[in-house]
């Protein structure tokens, strides 16, 4: 039988808490992405403009937009919901769509109306495919289900296009931003493979075996302290910066619970049952 999850009172209500500092730091990490590439593509450093690029997908969609969209930065609603569309606008998606999609996720897997979560029953290469398509899939599947953010997903998708016809427009004058358009649009290819194949068995007999816990300097090192899928889904109100005490609070409780963590030596995608 499975133990109970311990409340997040008892782990310690610290872990919902971060210093104005890191909330700071985390909000302006995206912007110096973009300025980092623009000043590397125009001195023509491609290679470095290339990993701005890698850095801004990873940091948007895996931690920073994510704890925006679970709303657990210990913002005012409104400034909560600006800076989430500003941030994801310069991933060109839609933050509020996003949103939806994801607590929908949350709230539905392994069920197979889950969006985001349907990688996890597919092959490696299925994932990929299915990556091809999933930001307008998202926007379309948000835009029917919307209620109180309908209009900012409208404005959002509106600003999308805004944003890839001014990269088309300026292609003669340079084409840093075309380049970027296609970069980022081509990153948002694998967050399937990334935010459900990977971190998820649909075969899981309980939501504690659903996700795969991840441990090791290598799990560490290869997803820059974000592989924390299987703690997230346990505390959603945790932020990205908590996640690795939240971690360590936990492993008590997931060896009674008998989880077997993969630690990515070497890597292969493993069930957790």
């Known amino acids: 039988m499975t133990q109970p999850l311990p409340p997040l009172s008892q782990l310690g209500e610290d872990l919902t808490r971060i210093t104005i500092r890191q909330r700071v730091w985390g909000l302006a990490v ?27 997908s990873f940091v948007t969609y895996g931690s920073i ?11 005012s609603r409104r400034w909560n919901d600006r800076m989430l569309c500003a941030i994801e606008l310069l ?37 990929l495919v299915d990556g091809v398509t999933l930001q307008p899939r998202v926007w379309f599947w948000a835009i029917r289900r919307a209620k109180r953010d309908r209009a900012w997903i409208i404005g959002e998708g509106l600003g999308v296009m805004a944003l890839a016809s001014a990269a088309i427009a300026l292609w003669p004058v340079t084409s840093a931003p075309l ?8 990153g948002s290819w694998i967050i399937p493979v990334i935010t459900a194949y990977i971190p998820h068995d649909a075969a899981g007999r309980s939501p504690l075996f659903q996700t795969r816990l ?18 997230h889904h346990l505390y959603p109100s945790v932020p990205h910066q908590k996640w690795p005490e939240l971690a360590r609070r936990l492993d008590p409780y997931f060896d009674r619970a008998g989880v077997v963590p993969i630690t990515l030596t070497p890597f292969r995608k493993r069930s957790a049952t």
């Open 91 to 127: 991933t060109l998606r839609s933050g509020h769509a996003y949103r939806l999609v994801h607590l929908h996720h949350h709230a539905r897997f392994p069920h197979e109306d889950d969006l985001e979560g349907r990688a996890a029953r597919m092959s490696l290469l299925g994932a």
């Open 65 to 75: 937009s994510h704890d925006l969209v679970h709303r657990n930065l210990g913002m």
């Open 179 to 186: 380049v970027y358009a296609v970069l980022i649009v081509m």
């Open 214 to 231: 991840f441990r090791g300097r290598v799990a560490s090192i290869v997803a820059l302290e974000h592989l924390y899928h299987l703690e």
């Open 30 to 56: 995206p912007f110096l992405c973009v300025a980092a590439y623009a000043g590397f593509a125009g001195a023509r450093w491609w290679p470095a403009a290339v990993l701005a690029l890698m850095y801004l």
